[in-house]
């Protein structure tokens, strides 16, 4: 069994975690973890801060997929509109060095970790500690972002078992 280190980011306008493990899909072994802090007076400089995070967090341990979440609309459509342009950001400093970019719903991140799509950030944050054998619970976007990495980690591994799929689309079959 081979292992792929993947990153996992859950993009925020004002937080947005981000989260390495190698899996080998039914194991894995942390790497990183931690929060890019999102700064600035206006959306531009707010958008290149996240950008260059990423780029950093790219460059220092290169990944070779990445996985994100999907955004999905709540009630707030600015706050759904300023989550996609810290997507973008994101996935712009992801796609400029070739790397394939996966999303997930976060329903389907819940189940892959918790067995549960509605759970809760706590159970999602706990889960994350027993899994990857931290000794602190990590932030809660930092911990997102690691299931996010982890259940990559895990879809990858099964649809490479199932007959004739062939590969992989932003988290769904092609």
Do not use: W
Not at 123 to 131: D, G, N, T
């Amino acid at each position: 069994m081979s292992t792929i280190r993947i990153l996992g980011i859950d993009p925020g306008f004002q937080a947005t975690g981000f989260g390495i493990a190698d899996t080998d899909g039914y194991r894995a072994r942390h790497v990183c973890h931690g929060v890019i802090r999102v700064d600035g007076e206006n959306l531009g400089e707010r958008l290149r801060c996240i950008f260059r995070g990423i780029g950093a967090v790219l460059a220092e341990h290169g990944p070779a997929e990445v996985a994100v979440e999907r955004v999905f609309m709540h009630r707030n459509a600015d706050s759904a509109l300023k989550l996609g342009q810290a997507r973008g950001a994101a996935i712009t400093a992801c796609a400029e060095r070739g790397l394939p970019v996966h999303e997930y719903t976060p329903n389907q991140i819940k189940q892959a970790i918790v067995g549960r799509g509605h759970a809760a950030k706590q159970q999602v944050q706990h889960m994350i500690r027993i899994l990857l054998n931290l000794e602190e619970l990590p932030q809660a976007d930092a911990a997102d972002a690691l299931a996010i990495a982890i259940c990559h980690g895990h879809f990858r591994e099964g649809l490479k078992r199932m007959p004739g799929v062939t590969g992989m689309t932003r988290g769904r079959l092609r």
